[in-house]
């Protein structure tokens, strides 16, 4: 099964960025959708963003016009590009991948800390 793992994280001011990567373990084009979600203290965890293996994207409404998904299959890698960052993007990050068949698998989290 693939391994995920999230670096990039840390804590900024409002207004700055932050790219956050998710390095998998093996070859990520066989992945049908890769995704960030993050989940803030006392809530549920939510959905940021996503791309598929054609570059489809999607993104939470929370974030579109700041945040951009991309993904480099030659690097096994997925990013998010955070800018504009908020005091209310604060929280921990988690990059998913979902194959076709359904299975899906979670990287450990990295969290992400805006001041106001």
């Known amino acids: 099964q693939v391994q995920l793992v999230e670096s990039g994280g840390g804590l900024v001011q409002a207004g700055g960025s932050l790219r956050l990567s998710c390095a998998a373990s093996?070859?990520?084009?066989?992945?049908?959708?890769m995704g960030w979600y993050r989940q803030a203290p006392g809530k549920q965890r939510e959905l940021v963003a996503f791309?598929?293996?054609?570059?489809?994207?999607n993104y939470a409404d929370s974030v579109k016009g700041r945040f951009t998904i991309s993904r480099d299959n030659a690097k096994r890698t997925a990013y998010l590009q955070m800018n504009s960052l908020k005091p209310e993007d604060t929280a921990v990050y988690y990059c998913?991948?979902?194959?076709?068949?359904?299975?899906?698998?979670w990287g450990q989290g990295t969290q992400v800390t805006v001041s106001s």
């Open positions: 791309i598929t293996s054609g570059g489809s994207t």
């Open positions: 998913n991948a979902r194959y076709a068949l359904g299975n899906e698998y």
């Open positions: 093996e070859r990520i084009f066989s992945i049908n959708t």
